[in-house]
């Protein structure tokens, strides 16, 4: 692969509080120098030139329409596979490099993060967990991942790793987009999650947990899953934060994954925005790690609207531009254990985001994305095909 060299820019790294000026050079997929020049040049002068971004949960199977249940239903297998090879390629372009999916039908799933890796079609690097487990009825079901009971659950864990996942995605509570079921209440008890969680672990497989209601979250921990996945304390009576169980969290290393979208923006002005906003300050108070993600996919959430999400979140709990540009760079690489991605430094996988402005001062910058570098290969530039 050619040398290739970034010049004319202002560099940050993922880490540090500022960006400065510098030049990046590539080879073979990862970056081998900054600050040196050499080979190709692509001149981005006055460009910021970060991390490429991360989003931590994502449904390319869906469409982000409110028709979302008549599309999925009526997708022949192929017609869902370019779907999801279209969605994933809107974010690309938007600059997110790597993605996590976290509830797709198994088999399609695995054939488009294998699609994505080969170059066969463009696209993000994908972590999938295939269909989801869940209950008889319980939520994401149409994606055929039901189990009932600790032995049910154990072969179902066996055989998404058979299939090939990443990573295991377990129902914990209801969700809202499926009808019949009840975000309030646990779906699994603390036995069958932590089934779950022993099976997977043994296969080196770590287990997301989707939780909306208090009692499945504090099952969940319980359990000692890895990631609490919407983690929003929802009660009978509105938002029922339990501490306990986020001390508890922090205590075990469990990561939030909070799906702060832009369709929060939508959100009537009843109070609800600033009471999510409270469970959020109160999470990072309890020093629980968080990482940035979206559910993109699901009703009003567009696969390429990480950013918005982010200043979403950066409003929210009260953070600057810059730590939470880190929730999605370099914090989201090491809660995901990819050690070779998330910062721009020698020896690291050239996942890269070059920008018009500097998202430091205003994460706006990162809806103004100039060109796209997927593993030293130049994916997307605008105006060029």
């Known amino acids: 692969m050619a040398t290739l060299t970034l010049r004319g820019i202002n560099v940050w790294d993922g880490l540090r509080g500022a960006a400065v000026e510098s030049t990046v050079t590539m080879e073979d997929g990862h970056v081998t120098a900054l600050g040196a020049a050499g080979g190709a040049d692509f001149d981005f002068s006055g460009c910021t030139v970060i991390p490429g971004l991360i989003d931590g949960h994502a449904h390319l199977c869906f469409n982000a329409g409110t028709d979302w249940r008549a599309v999925y239903d009526s997708d022949t297998a192929g017609r869902m596979l370019l779907r ?62 039901e189990a009932d009971g600790e032995l049910e659950i154990r072969k179902a864990v066996r055989n998404r790793v058979k299939a090939g996942v990443d990573c295991i995605k377990i129902m914990a509570t209801g969700g809202n987009m499926t009808r019949g079921t009840n975000t309030l209440a646990a779906q699994f008890t603390v036995d069958e999650l932590g089934a779950c969680v022993d099976e997977a672990h043994r296969l080196r497989k770590k287990v997301a947990a989707h939780c909306h209601g208090t009692p499945g979250i504090v099952n969940a921990v319980a359990a000692g899953v890895d990631f609490l996945e919407h983690c929003s304390f929802n009660g009978p009576a509105g938002i029922d934060y339990d501490p306990e169980s986020m001390a508890d969290a922090a205590r075990k290393g469990i990561v939030v994954s909070p799906t702060v979208s832009v369709g929060y923006r939508r959100w009537p002005d009843d109070g609800r925005r600033r009471r999510r906003g409270e469970v959020l300050q109160n999470i990072f108070a309890a020093n629980v790690p968080v990482l940035m993600s979206t559910d993109c996919g699901i009703p009003g959430v ?65 809806e103004r994305v100039r060109a796209v570098f997927k593993a030293g290969q130049l994916v997307y530039e605008r105006g060029r095909t």
Not at 327 to 346: H, K, N, Q, W
Not at 353 to 360: E, H, K, R, S
Request: proline fraction near 6%; include cysteine.
């Open 302 to 366: 567009p696969h390429a609207a990480l950013a918005g999400g982010m200043d979403v979140l950066r409003e929210l709990a009260g953070l600057s531009p810059v730590d939470t540009l880190k929730l999605a760079t370099s914090r989201a690489a090491e809660l995901l254990g990819l050690t070779d991605r998330g910062v721009i430094a020698e020896g690291q996988r050239a996942d890269l985001l070059v920008l018009d402005g500097n998202p430091l001062a205003e994460l706006s910058a990162l």
């Open 84 to 145: 999801m090879a279209w969605a994933g390629r809107s974010m690309l372009e938007a600059g997110i490099t790597t993605v996590r999916d976290l509830g797709a039908p198994t088999t399609l799933a695995v054939e488009i993060r294998d699609a994505f890796r080969s170059g066969l079609v463009p696209g993000p690097d994908l972590l999938v967990s295939g269909a989801p487990i869940t209950t008889t009825g319980g939520h994401c079901h149409f994606m055929g991942g």
